[in-house]
């Protein structure tokens, strides 16, 4: 059975996704880079968001089951996170990149990253 839903109707879904899985992220500030961490509660990176060029990196983790659920392309995925990015944080969104965070060990440390935590609205 196909289901078809329009496009408003499937961002504002996924958008309640993101809200319900990654409102209350702890957000961890570099102290010498102008990058933020958004860690979720199992204590994984899910999002990067590099301040001198407004990037946000999104974890490959968060796009792949997007595309299995719903089937849409990546591009759609990077701007629905992107919107909803900018929507809870206030942080401009200009490029929305993904990143697999689990080949990066440093950042499941949090080396280098102060340790004030703040949580996304």
């Known amino acids: ?6 496009e408003n109707k499937l961002d504002r879904v996924i958008s309640k996704w993101l809200s319900k899985n990654y409102s209350e992220m702890d ?3 570099h102290d010498i880079q102008p990058w933020s961490l958004y860690v979720d509660k199992n204590g ?9 060029e407004n990037e946000l990196y999104v974890s490959k983790d968060i ?3 997007l595309y299995v ?13 992107g919107n909803w990015f900018e929507e809870h944080t206030g942080l ?4 929305v990149l993904s990143w697999d ?3 990066a060990s440093d950042w499941g440390k949090v080396v280098r990253w102060e340790t004030k ?5």
């Open 27 to 29: 957000i961890y500030d």
């Open 101 to 103: 965070f689990s080949d």
């Open 63 to 65: 796009i792949k089951f």
């Open 44 to 52: 994984e990176v899910k999002f990067l968001y590099q301040f001198k």
């Open 1 to 6: 059975m196909r289901i078809i839903i329009t």
């Open 69 to 81: 659920i719903f089937f849409i392309d990546e591009k759609q995925i990077k701007s629905i996170c």
């Open 92 to 95: 401009k969104v200009g490029k």
């Open 117 to 121: 935590k703040r949580l996304i609205n």
